[in-house]
């Protein structure tokens, strides 16, 4: 597997138009591009990170130039967002990640407490 990683300083008050903007292109990505998804994290400074999974570097390396939409999207999270770091790009070595159901997330936060 190949991951992607990315983290931005999005503009005060701009955040649900980032979340947004990066969620629908996520999903296009993934739904149409060959992406594994990603997952978006918010710091306790109000900056976010995401890294994104493909099935190798060549998937990612191959697809076909962005749909008039995505661009569009992009636009939108650059209108709002400073990239400060990444593209940083790698070959997974190691997967510990236990993926759990959103509606099992705080079942399982709540039985370690």
């Not at 190798?56 to 992009?74: F, G, H, K, N």
């Amino acid at each position: 597997m190949h991951a992607i990683y990315f983290k931005w300083k999005v503009a005060p008050g701009r955040e649900r138009d980032f979340e947004h903007a990066w969620l629908e292109l996520t999903e296009l990505i993934r739904d149409e591009r060959g992406g594994l998804g990603s997952r978006l994290h918010r710091c306790a400074d109000g900056h976010y990170f995401a890294y994104a999974q493909w099935p190798s570097e060549r998937v990612w390396a191959t697809q076909p130039e962005p749909s008039a939409r995505m661009v569009a999207l992009r636009n939108q999270m650059r209108a709002v967002a400073e990239l400060v770091d990444g593209p940083l790009r790698g070959d997974v070595v190691a997967d510990l990640l236990i993926s759990v159901a959103p509606d099992r997330v705080e079942q399982a936060g709540a039985s370690t407490d």
